[in-house]
């Protein structure tokens, strides 16, 4: 996982999921074809990555690495990476994080209070003058509001080939999007009401840029509001599906957020 975020080291939370994971985060000084090289890079290794969000004075490209397996075995499957000339390394760690500490790193974004609009596109690949032009969108919206200063943009990029065997055997999960590899994330963050209205426009407009010409689908769980069920939970045989599960156990319809099944 790659993110756009003003950081602070001390914040950075390691995490690990595996006892012998490999984990990295690693700052990177993004000249115009040091983002296209990191691109190249990102779609030409079949990498595993998850989030963790840390928060630098400046914008600044944060990358979140995660190997399954040792130190030594990830440093050389990732060594295309490390050669990009990262500018900073912020932490590592190779060892076992408790259950209950692995989202400590995105505490501050679940906080109650503040003000948070988001919204999110799901991706097969990942193009470069799309995510250099969502860098430009974050680095002008955060410049020019500085109390916004921990918005973040996010691209979380995952290996699909367990979930898509699991698509094959028949289906037996409704949930949607399995052949989306990569979740593009917008989190405008900040206190101030009068910034409503430019944080709605960053996020919108720069959601925009990496969504596909043949059509948006989102997380279901970060949605801007205002999108199609089919977006947010697949073909319209699965949203039956859910319309009728929804019928069975939440009749009343309280749970809903943006999206009304009933």
Known sequence: MFNFQNIKPSHLCPQSPHPASFYVTSALCPSSTG?????WCINS????????????ASPSLILNIWYAGTACEGSKHLAPLFSLGLTQRIGSANCMISADRLNESVDELAVFGGRKPAGSVMLKDLDAKAVRSCWNDYSSFVKVNPSAKQSAVVFQVYDVAKSQELESLGGESAYPHRQFGIVALVVAKYEDAHLDAAAGEFVDETLQVPTPKEGKNVYSNISRGGETLEELFGSAERVERLREIKKTWDSSNQFKGFASLL
Do not use: K, N, R, S
């Open 35 to 39: 983002v296209l090289e990191f691109m």
């Open 45 to 56: 290794l079949p990498i595993i990555a998850i989030h963790a969000i840390a928060y630098l």
